[in-house]
């Protein structure tokens, strides 16, 4: 069974801390992986989007890491800030079809100013 | 640009009633979903559409959910008769196609609770 697991389920750090976030899948015969930005009441917004062919993607303070081999990914998150604040999701895509995204349930940060 | 929408944002009925929920996405994008969210879970895929045909619906509990886009514009996901473990919020999302390693974008949710 394909499954998406990340970890911490929450998280809770002081403004300006570096941070890593975790999702680790079951199956490495991805097809890409993405990251998502959830806040309470709201739709998803992307955050960044990686191919099986690549390590990783970044933007601004994101950088996302990709190990198929190990099954891993994290999402590094530079001098945190309280607006950071949100649910981060992990998705997977087998090749299916782009909408068949296998999420998992997300890490909630919390950053303290 | 706007962005997806989708209405009513909140909804609550009780259990063997129907609920309809309305998507409009982003002008021009071909491609549109509709993904189920319970608390505390990752979204789940229930239907997409390529225009104003179906794609993908194995998800999709068919003996009492059903999914239209008729113009290959609006789409609506209607729920008859809902169980109490339809609770959730019902995510519509849109893509310029439905190629590989396209971006989505998300609208807001409809949060739908069933009594």
């Known amino acids: 069974k394909q499954e998406v697991t990340q970890i911490p389920a929450a998280l809770s750090v002081p403004e300006g801390e570096n941070l890593v976030l975790n999702c680790s899948f079951t199956?490495?015969?991805?097809?890409?992986l993405q990251w998502f930005r959830q806040d309470p009441g709201k739709g998803l917004t992307s955050l960044l989007l990686?191919?099986?062919?690549?390590r990783e993607q970044t933007s601004g303070r994101l950088n996302a890491s990709l190990d198929k081999s190990s099954g891993r990914s994290t999402l590094y998150i530079a001098a945190s800030q309280p607006g950071d604040s949100a649910t981060y999701l992990c998705a997977v895509n087998y090749g299916g079809s782009q909408g068949n995204l296998i999420f998992g349930k997300g890490t909630k940060l919390s950053v303290k100013p | 640009e706007a962005g997806v929408a989708q209405s009513p944002r909140y909804k609550i009925i009780e259990k063997r009633q129907s609920v309809a929920f309305w998507c409009n996405p982003i002008s021009g994008h071909a491609t549109l979903y509709w993904y189920q969210q319970i608390l505390g879970q990752g979204p789940k895929l229930l239907i997409q559409?390529?225009?104003?045909?179906?794609?993908?619906d194995s998800q999709l509990p068919k003996d009492r959910f059903s999914a239209e886009r008729l113009k290959g514009v609006d789409s609506t996901l209607k729920i008859q008769p809902a169980k109490l473990e339809d609770s959730a919020v019902y995510l519509c999302?849109?893509?310029?196609?439905?190629?590989?390693?396209?971006?989505?974008?998300f609208g807001e949710g409809s949060r739908l609770t069933v009594l």
């Open positions: 199956d490495s015969a991805i097809y890409n």
């Open positions: 559409f390529q225009n104003n045909g179906v794609v993908d």
């Open positions: 999302a849109s893509s310029p196609s439905g190629s590989l390693g396209g971006e989505l974008f």
């Open positions: 990686i191919q099986s062919s690549q």
